[in-house]
């Protein structure tokens, strides 16, 4: 017989981050198993479960805090004051070594009320969730009220503990023990879900669901979901990962990882159990559930067998997942979620330690397309050794594998977890770890926790943030540029747009375009051309896209036309959302010399100052001028000119930045970034400064001067140079902005007059 008889399992209601890791709805897992552990040993057991108790809920805290659980007075009056004994689960969630707040009040009031009973502060380590290593020296002090920690899995110590304690006197040094990973899970008793109200199990469930208000969940628990693990532990040894938290010592691996795994039969039983309780969903909550590939077959017939959704929060292998076990999934598997960890193979091999072929990643990537499973993809940056031109090979595979299959490549930032081989990489001399004492979780998603050798805190937030445009360009819904016309009635010698046929292009064409690319989503539309105030349908063009529901109707123009009043008026109220007019120069010598025509100065202000009167308050006019070698030292004239004439955004267009531009007209890049952030400045609260063709490194200073990436679809640019062809050179391979960036305009064709023909 024990000598403690009567043991209380709590598991206390958990204040976390909005932006927690993990699953903390699911975190009481641990606690259930191990009431059943408890009650197969012969003790009386009573299970206190905040997760699952009649008002359940998940309750806003200053900040980005929640709690999760029953209100904590009404926890603390389920606990039993008559046991022997008392085992209070630690969780990540908790963020040991730091006295938790909760965690903290509940050992007060337990110690209070229990004064003789030995209290138990243990991990009950299941698997899947990260484990937040700390000494257990530092947990004894932050928690003095405790007789004994016990880290890790708790099922093998936990009882002889227990009886250890029997004798226990208040004062006496807490007992700190290291549990011992089982050598086999056959055998252990199923989670003691009979203890647990279900009912409020699920209603905690849906409380989150709505609580949290998140657009979509890649693994759901909304409806009937519960928690199971098929397996333990996890046989690879990447850098960042805090599985078989055992085997390790300060980050050093003193025991190989193995992986344990439960029988097919006593799956059966468990599954069937989940089932009978109500259960829809199961999350298997495994460290890495397909590693062995007869086990995971087992699994998938199990679910299909009781008919059960799963998901799998934790990942699988990639070069493990088959194209029966994709099959396996359709239908039933909400997102498929696989690690890449970096898009660097040397980094995947010489920092992660983690032996995967990326290839395998594209393989399910496409594969899950082709029957429409959501997949998600894991990459981070900003593990030490990495290179920033490693950082952007990262950045540059997660988009392009999002762009074509639609996988949703989430970056997060490399977390040095206490007690995984990253943190004592991170600790190593000479390198610069920021300390903290908070949430790890908000970390991996919201900003770095480690700088590199290479990319300090700032430059990996920035490395992000270029990513995230990137992706966001590639979700957005595409914006049109329709070249209305291919005549043109400048001469413009940089010009290499209109340097084609001078023609018309057909209506109706443009208009099938047009409703096609608005049922794809696209809302917004720039009419240009050549010169789109010479087309006869132009106003035909914006009222028909108007009725289609574009609301963002902009027009680039010479300004030429508007010069007559009654156009101007009729342009101004047509349903426009900006006119960009062509001012190249600050005065007419300077325009003339740049579109060819004489007179073309005095008509685009005319137009332009036409427009301004005209215009209803919801028609934003603008300015467009090149910035070229003549024109870059009178930009502040030009601006002053568009203030004047009525503008309230000046776009700078910076020419081919590295020669062969036209007649040796394009200014040095670095010159025109100047100019570009001077400029802004000194009209900071006057206009709005943008600049256009130039990277956004040229700008650093002010970055936002470079619009955001968009995707962008050209219709009728019969030239085939509507945008200029763009490359990157060596030096944008570290570059924080280069994943976003189409980097330089290059050479395009010179324009036919400059070669000695007429124009057309």
């Keep these: 017989m024990t000598d403690v008889k009567r043991v209380a399992v709590l598991f206390a209601p958990l204040d976390v981050s909005r932006d927690f890791i993990?699953?903390?709805?699911?975190?009481?897992?641990?606690?259930?198993?191990?009431?059943?552990?408890?009650?197969?040993?012969?003790?009386?057991?009573?299970?206190?479960?905040?997760?699952?108790?009649?008002?359940?809920?998940?309750?806003?805290?200053?900040?980005?805090?929640?709690?999760?659980?029953?209100?904590?007075?009404?926890?603390?009056?389920?606990?039993?004051?008559?046991?022997?004994?008392?085992?209070?689960?630690?969780?990540?969630?908790?963020?040991?070594?730091?006295?938790?707040?909760?965690?903290?009040?509940?050992?007060?009031?337990?110690?209070?009320?229990?004064?003789?009973?030995?209290?138990?502060?243990?991990?009950?380590?299941?698997?899947?969730?990260?484990?937040?290593?700390?000494?257990s020296e530092a947990l004894a002090a932050a928690y003095p009220e405790i007789a004994a920690v016990l880290r890790y899995e708790a099922e093998r110590d936990l009882g002889p503990l227990l009886d250890e304690l029997a004798t226990w006197e208040p004062g006496a040094s807490p007992l700190l023990r290291r549990g011992v990973d089982l050598a086999s899970l056959r055998?252990?008793?199923?989670?003691?879900?009979?203890?647990?109200?279900?009912?409020?199990?699920?209603?905690?469930?849906?409380?989150?669901?709505?609580?949290?208000?998140?657009?979509?969940?890649?693994?759901?628990?909304?409806?009937?979901?519960?928690?199971?693990?098929?397996?333990?532990?996890?046989?690879?040894?990447?850098?960042?990962?805090?599985?078989?938290?055992?085997?390790?010592?300060?980050?050093?691996?003193?025991?190989?990882?193995?992986?344990?795994?439960?029988p097919q039969d006593e799956l059966d039983a468990a599954l069937a159990r989940l089932k009978a309780l109500g259960a829809g969903r199961v999350h298997l909550l495994d460290e890495l559930v397909n590693v062995n590939e007869a086990h995971f077959d087992g699994v998938l017939e199990l679910l299909a067998r009781h008919e059960l959704a799963f998901e799998v929060p934790n990942g699988m292998r990639a070069d493990y997942v088959l194209e029966r076990h994709l099959s396996a999934m359709r239908g039933r598997l909400t997102t498929l979620s696989v690690s890449a960890e970096s898009g660097s193979p040397r980094v995947v091999?010489?920092?992660?330690?983690?032996?995967?072929?990326?290839?395998?990643?594209?393989?399910?990537?496409?594969?899950?397309?082709?029957?429409?499973?959501?997949?998600?993809?894991?990459?981070?940056?900003?593990?030490?050794?990495?290179?920033?031109?490693?950082?952007?090979?990262?950045?540059?595979?997660a988009a392009r594998l999002h762009e074509a299959t639609g996988a949703f490549a989430s970056v997060q930032f490399a977390t040095p977890l206490p007690g995984t081989a990253l943190a004592a990489r991170a600790a190593e001399p000479g390198r610069r770890v920021l300390p903290v004492i908070g949430d790890f979780g908000p970390h991996f998603q919201r900003s770095p926790a480690l700088e590199t050798d290479e990319a300090s805190l700032d430059a990996l937030v920035a490395f992000r943030e270029a990513y995230d445009e990137r992706v966001r360009?590639?979700?957005?819904?595409?914006?049109?540029r329709l070249y209305v016309t291919h005549r043109?009635?400048?001469?413009?010698?940089?010009?290499?747009?209109?340097?084609?046929?001078?023609?018309?292009?057909?209506?109706?064409?443009?208009?099938?375009?047009?409703?096609?690319?608005?049922?794809?989503?696209?809302?917004?539309?720039?009419?240009?051309?050549?010169?789109?105030?010479?087309?006869?349908?132009?106003?035909?063009?914006i009222a028909e896209a108007r009725r289609l529901g574009y609301d963002d109707v902009r027009l680039v123009t010479n300004g030429r036309m508007a010069s007559y009043p009654p156009f101007a008026r009729r342009l101004a109220r047509a349903g426009l959302s900006r006119v960009m007019v062509s001012l190249h120069g600050a005065d007419a010598e300077t325009h003339a010399a740049h579109v060819g025509v004489d007179e073309a100065f005095e008509q685009a202000q005319a137009g332009l100052a036409a427009l301004a009167r005209e215009s209803p308050p919801t028609l934003e006019l603008g300015v467009a001028c090149a910035v070229t070698r003549r024109t870059s030292g009178s930009l502040r004239e030009v601006a002053d000119l568009a203030v004047r004439l009525g503008a309230r955004h000046l776009s700078l267009q910076a020419l081919a930045a590295w020669g062969g531009d036209a007649d040796g007209l394009a200014e040095d890049p670095v010159r025109v970034g100047e100019r570009a952030?001077?400029?802004?400045?000194?009209?900071?609260?006057?206009?709005?400064?943008?600049?256009?063709?130039?990277?956004?490194?040229?700008?650093?200073?002010?970055?936002?001067?470079?619009?955001?990436?968009?995707?962008?679809?050209?219709?009728?640019?019969?030239?085939?140079?509507?945008?200029?062809?763009?490359?990157?050179?060596?030096?944008?391979?570290?570059?924080?902005?280069?994943?976003a960036c189409a980097g330089f305009v290059v050479e395009g064709d010179a324009a036919p007059w400059l070669r000695g023909a007429a124009p057309q």
């Design 22 to 135: 993990d699953y903390p709805y699911f975190a009481d897992l641990g606690a259930v198993q191990l009431a059943a552990v408890l009650r197969a040993e012969g003790r009386e057991v009573s299970l206190v479960d905040a997760l699952a108790m009649p008002g359940a809920t998940l309750r806003g805290r200053a900040g980005d805090r929640v709690e999760l659980g029953a209100p904590l007075d009404d926890f603390l009056a389920r606990v039993p004051g008559d046991q022997d004994a008392y085992v209070v689960a630690l969780t990540p969630f908790h963020r040991p070594p730091a006295r938790d707040r909760l965690l903290g009040e509940v050992l007060q009031r337990l110690r209070s009320v229990a004064p003789r009973a030995p209290i138990v502060l243990a991990d009950l380590y299941q698997s899947g969730q990260h484990v937040v290593d700390a000494p």
């Design 473 to 480: 360009a590639a979700d957005d819904p595409p914006a049109v």
């Design 187 to 262: 055998g252990l008793p199923l989670p003691a879900w009979e203890l647990v109200d279900v009912a409020a199990y699920f209603e905690l469930h849906r409380a989150v669901v709505d609580g949290l208000g998140r657009p979509a969940w890649a693994f759901p628990i909304d409806g009937p979901s519960m928690p199971i693990v098929t397996s333990r532990g996890c046989p690879y040894r990447c850098v960042h990962c805090s599985s078989n938290p055992g085997t390790r010592v300060d980050g050093r691996q003193i025991a190989p990882k193995t992986q344990r795994r439960h």
């Design 677 to 739: 952030v001077q400029l802004a400045q000194a009209t900071r609260g006057q206009l709005e400064v943008t600049v256009e063709h130039l990277p956004r490194c040229f700008v650093a200073s002010l970055p936002e001067l470079v619009a955001p990436r968009r995707r962008w679809v050209d219709v009728g640019d019969l030239s085939g140079h509507g945008r200029p062809r763009r490359e990157k050179r060596d030096a944008c391979a570290g570059c924080v902005h280069a994943v």
């Design 349 to 397: 091999r010489e920092i992660v330690d983690k032996q995967l072929d990326l290839a395998d990643i594209e393989r399910v990537a496409a594969g899950a397309r082709a029957i429409s499973l959501p997949t998600l993809v894991h990459f981070m940056i900003g593990l030490p050794g990495e290179r920033r031109a490693e950082i952007n090979e990262t950045l540059d595979v």
């Design 488 to 541: 043109c009635n400048n001469r413009c010698s940089f010009c290499v747009v209109g340097t084609g046929p001078q023609v018309e292009e057909d209506l109706e064409a443009q208009l099938h375009a047009l409703r096609a690319l608005r049922r794809e989503g696209a809302r917004t539309l720039e009419l240009t051309g050549g010169e789109p105030t010479l087309h006869p349908a132009l106003f035909r063009l």
